[in-house]
């Protein structure tokens, strides 16, 4: 069976899966601690969803090639899309083991729609209602994901990246502030600028490449950066700034609906291919087609093998601007 | 890729065997690129009719006299990021800096900490 991802404002059930989901997978001790994963101070157990936090920020500290400072082993590069598909089909694959459900798919949010709103009304969405995902505050204190002083079981980071770059334990609420550093949300007409460009990816495989991949990632246009992929994260604030970005289930909305726009885009452009390829430098390894990409939790798979994923699931629609 | 390819490696067992049996590289939690006493170096290199260019900057950043040393960079259109906020670049190192003291707001109390503190804190809010 494989699933089918869908819009979290309009599909009760994907909603009401994904929150059960991840408070499951927050709450389940598998047996590794910060110990085993170089986090400083005491050893203390570290959660199944905790771990895909921790996979996130070391491959961000992966640069490739670790003589250069924009690349690294997820982000800036290439590899981006199909590194985070990767991250997305093994969460889903956890989310459907604790639900019992080989069906249940990650929900996407369709921020473009959101960002049609004006600035100041964007957080009026019902994405941030208190039966989706809850508002913003530091800590937020409403919904699913809410702080409680007196509930030591319920949603709190636990590990997070310090000022330093490094991972460090925390004990503390889920942070957000929307707007405080970008006025608006991506609009469908970034999204249709993006779907244009029938490019993939292009020299200097970095964050000033022209093509696709940059422009969804968020890097160009210079003058509209942040854009996309790093607007949401940037517009949503708090826990989605720093590297340990997972640590807010939104997280995983936003890939979603990058993912979606990148199924789009494989769909209008069927004869342009993944680049680069396997004969480019070895400069570029771990963004090549058929590089290992940078895996924490199970053993490494390439962009290739990513660039079909009708096996694992399918978008319920590929209207996305 | 079939599901059944992923799935053995996504069960429990695997990715504990992995992460406790040393299968998983972790990239040392270094300073990346830093050099020490707050030191950074940023190396940027382009082509130009036939000619190599390299460029090497080097930042010394602070606040209240606490050295920030995670990993920084420029990129050759001049803009500079910073590891700990990956999802945005400045035009200017002061801005970033900036935003990194509203980001990381437990790392700049009561005028900084020390370094056997930052090694060890538990950044928390209540039990």
Redesign the interface.
């Known amino acids: 069976m ?1 699933a089918t991802r869908r819009n979290i404002l309009t599909d009760t059930t994907a909603r009401k899966n994904y929150i059960q989901g991840v408070t499951l997978l927050k709450q389940e001790f ?3 601690t910060t110990a ?3 986090i ?2 005491p050893a203390v157990p570290v959660s ?1 969803y905790d ?1 895909f936090v921790v996979w996130h920020h ?1 491959a ?4 490739t090639p670790q ?4 690349r690294n082993a997820a ?1 800036r590069g290439p590899v981006f899309l199909p590194w985070h598909r990767f991250m997305l ?2 969460l889903e ?2 989310l459907q ?1 604790v639900l019992n459900d080989a069906d249940a798919g990650i929900p996407y949010w369709d921020w473009a729609a959101d960002g049609e709103a004006a600035p100041a009304d964007q957080d009026d969405s019902a994405v941030w209602n208190d039966d989706c995902m809850g508002g913003q505050g530091s ?1 937020i204190t409403t919904g699913p994901f809410a ?1 409680d ?1 007196n509930d ?1 079981a319920g949603w709190r ?1 636990r590990v ?14 889920l942070r957000r502030g929307f707007g ?2 970008v006025a608006g949300l991506p609009t469908q007409a970034d999204v249709a600028a993006a779907l244009n460009l029938n490019e993939y990816d292009r020299s ?1 495989w ?3 490449s022209p093509g696709f991949r940059n422009r969804v990632e ?2 160009r246009p ?1 003058a509209g ?2 854009g996309l ?2 607007r949401v ?2 517009w949503v604030g708090g826990d989605m ?3 340990s970005s997972p640590n807010d289930p939104v997280f995983y909305l936003n890939h979603c609906n990058e993912d979606r726009i990148w199924a789009a885009w494989q769909d209008t452009f069927p004869n342009s291919p993944y680049l680069p390829d396997q004969t480019a430098s070895a400069e570029l390894r771990g963004h090549r087609i058929d590089d290992d990409m ?6 490494p ?1 390439t962009p290739r ?2 660039l ?2 009708s ?2 699931y399918s978008y319920d629609d590929l209207q996305v601007s | 890729m079939k599901r059944e390819e992923l799935s053995l490696g996504a069960a429990p067992e695997s990715i504990v065997q992995r992460l406790t049996e040393g299968g998983a590289e972790l990239p040392t939690q270094d300073h990346g690129h830093g050099h020490g006493g707050g030191q950074m170096e940023s190396v940027r290199e382009a082509t130009y009719r036939g000619h190599h260019i390299v460029v090497r900057t080097t930042y010394q950043l602070e606040v209240d006299g606490m050295p920030i040393e995670g990993h920084m960079g420029v990129t050759n259109d001049g803009q500079v990021h910073y590891h700990a906020v990956p999802n945005l670049s400045f035009a200017s190192a002061v801005d970033m800096v900036k935003k990194l003291i509203d980001t990381f707001p437990e790392d700049f109390q009561a005028g900084g900490h020390t370094e056997a503190g930052r090694h060890t804190h538990t950044h928390g809010q209540g039990s």
């Open positions: 494989a598998l047996g590794p085993d994963l170089q400083p101070g199944t771990l070391y961000m500290g992966t640069f003589t250069q400072g924009d982000h089909i093994l694959l956890q083991r800590p702080f002083a030591p980071v997070t990246a310090d000022v330093q770059g490094e991972l460090v334990q925390a004990n503390r609420g405080q550093n200097p970095s964050t000033q968020g890097w210079l950066a942040p992929h790093n994260h940037v700034l720093p590297s940078y895996s924490l939790l199970t053993n798979v093998q990513m079909d994923p096996d694992f």
